[in-house]
């Protein structure tokens, strides 16, 4: 178990420095962009489906949103699915 923590600590780091690049930030500022035209209205919340890290669902929520992220972890392919849900209000 361990060496999955370690694993998944390095990946993340590795990730979090993609998106401090300009080309990780013009990503995220792009896809941003798109969805903020359907979140015009107030009390809305977000389903964010295969989240992640859940950059874009923490970005949402320092907005003001009511966020869910939801993860399809494959413990064993096609045997076992186990979910990971993160709610952020």
């Keep these: 178990m361990a060496s999955k923590a370690a694993a998944f600590s390095k990946s993340i780091q590795s ?3 993609y998106t401090k690049m300009p080309w990780g930030q013009l990503f995220y500022a792009t896809a941003w962009h ?4 359907f979140l015009e209205g107030a009390g809305q919340s977000i389903l964010d489906v295969g ?7 923490s970005a949402y929520a320092r907005r003001g949103k009511a966020v869910t992220g939801l993860v399809l972890l494959y413990v064993k392919p096609w045997k076992h699915i186990a979910v990971n849900i993160l709610k952020i209000d």
């Excluded at 798109?34 to 035209?37: H, P, W």
């Excluded at 989240?51 to 669902?57: Q, V």
């Design 51 to 57: 989240c992640g890290f859940g950059i874009t669902s």
């Design 34 to 37: 798109q969805i903020d035209r």
């Design 15 to 17: 990730y979090l420095t």
